[in-house]
């Protein structure tokens, strides 16, 4: 793997801070009315960044595992780090995203708490990564 590769990780921690900060802030100023309106960057327009982000690694590295790493470094990543920026729990899920709600979703199918799926999900992804680096 090429040292590019550390750029992913930093960027999902840096992206995933800096939105759980300013998820702290507009939860006490921004009514609940205008929520979607700034949802609508942080869970759509910022994490096509992260995608143009893996795209040019994989571009510069021409290493096609770049790509499924990426993708789980995200999922492994992203949320406990948002979560620990906010001061929640670190599989906690939220309500806002549509990956939250898939995991709420699973979770009542399964009958389990939607932070178990979480935190399977994410030791399952972490896993891959490894044996994708290890392989």
């Given amino acids: 793997m090429s040292w590019l590769l550390v750029l992913l990780p930093v960027a999902v921690i840096i992206d995933a ?10 939860r006490q100023w921004v009514p609940p009315t205008a929520q979607k309106q700034v949802n609508l960057p942080l869970h759509y327009m910022y994490p096509w960044l992260y995608v143009l982000l893996v795209g040019a690694v994989y571009v510069a ?15 492994v990543l992203f949320d406990p780090a948002l979560n620990y920026a906010k001061g ?12 939250d ?3 709420k979703l699973v979770a009542a199918k399964l009958g389990v708490k939607p932070e178990t799926i979480s935190m399977l999900l994410r ?7 490894i044996l994708f680096l290890v392989i």
Avoid: H, Y
């Fill in 17 to 26: 801070v800096a939105q759980g900060k300013l998820n702290l802030v507009t």
């Fill in 123 to 129: 030791s399952l992804a972490l896993i891959i990564i």
């Fill in 88 to 99: 929640d729990e670190m599989f906690a899920v939220g309500s806002s995203a549509a990956t």
């Fill in 61 to 75: 590295t021409w290493n096609i595992a770049v790509l499924p790493v990426g993708l789980l470094l995200r999922l």
């Fill in 101 to 103: 709600n898939l995991l």
